[in-house]
């Protein structure tokens, strides 16, 4: 089966341990992000929309309460980005790219190093610091805007859309960041079919994960009693490894053409097996000429 497949992919390919080191860059590289996408903020009204936004999707949805200490302290950090130069952002935005470039090694690793052209590692890296954040925060902000409105729209129906959106608001920022990383960051892709429905995949994935995350291993009481005060440093470190793991399972899916045959609903071009059956089927039977007798 696919699934086992992309598995034995996954593990062929270093997944936990690249898993561990994007992990390690995602920490490092989370103040950079959120400084250059504050510091775009302050030049667009959009921008500054969908970062408010996409920081209150990552840090409520994504972050356990227990780690929220640590993002806290980054995002109070990250208003030191208002005075930076261009130089600076240059420098932040080379170093983010370079970055970038361990999660397109990843990629590579577990597709069997396909290679690249430059235009297309600058490609996935702009993908996964600009777009994805981008389109995340748009996402999310007109999933709220609605909410909001029919909350304010029918006040009686308060807690009925606050429970019907939560799982949208979630879900569908987080599918369509899925599908434009393994659209576009691994080598070769070209359909649509596959990133998506290995991205339906890898979100139901993470949401397990961060049910047990959040519930189960934050709440051990030898974690605390260990750690203390510094309790959120570990549990952002595993929570970042989990989820980089899911999103590198989910390329192995992807690798592995996992849902390339899928058929939309509600139309789209028939696979050639099946429209060689559709002509067939549609082609008339000549009848044999009667005999005279």
């Known amino acids: 089966m696919t699934p086992f497949r992309a598995l034995t992919r996954f593990f062929r390919g270093d997944g936990l341990v690249y898993a561990g080191y994007l992990a390690f860059l995602s920490l490092l ?7 250059i996408l504050f510091w775009l903020s302050q030049q667009s009204v959009i921008v500054r929309t969908a970062d ?10 994504l972050i356990p309460d227990a780690a929220k200490q640590v993002i806290a302290t980054v995002d109070r950090l990250r208003a030191n980005a208002r005075g930076l130069g261009l130089v600076a952002i ?4 080379g170093d ?4 970038a470039l361990a999660l397109n090694a990843a990629f590579d690793r577990i597709w069997g190093g396909a290679r690249r052209r430059w235009y297309s590692f600058a490609s996935g ?28 729209l029918i006040p009686s129906m308060r807690g009925f859309f606050d429970s019907a959106f939560d799982p949208f608001a979630i879900a569908i ?14 080598f070769g892709v070209k359909s649509w079919r596959s990133p998506i429905a290995a991205a339906f995949v890898v979100t139901g994935l993470i949401e397990v994960a961060r049910y047990l995350i959040t519930h189960h291993f934050a709440t051990l009481a030898q974690l605390k009693s ?24 989910g390329a192995a899916l992807v690798a592995e053409g996992f849902g390339k045959n899928f058929r939309w609903p509600f139309g789209g071009k028939s696979s ?5 059956n559709v002509k067939a089927s549609a082609t008339p039977v000549k009848k044999p000429p009667a005999t005279q007798t």
Do not use: H, Q
């Open 96 to 99: 983010l790219l370079l970055k």
């Open 173 to 186: 920022p987080l599918i369509a960041a899925l599908a434009m990383l393994y659209r576009w960051v691994p």
């Open 125 to 152: 890296g702009l993908v996964l610091l600009v777009l994805i954040p981008i389109a995340v925060g748009a996402l999310y902000w007109v999933i709220r805007f609605l909410e909001n409105f029919l909350m304010r």
């Open 52 to 61: 408010a936004a996409f920081r209150d999707f990552l840090f409520t949805n």
């Open 272 to 276: 050639p097996g099946r429209a060689r």
């Open 29 to 35: 590289a989370l103040l950079p992000v959120l400084g």
């Open 226 to 249: 260990l750690y203390g005060a510094f309790v959120a440093i570990p549990v952002l470190m595993v929570s970042c490894f989990v989820l980089w793991a899911l999103v590198l399972y």
């Open 90 to 93: 240059a420098i932040f935005a």
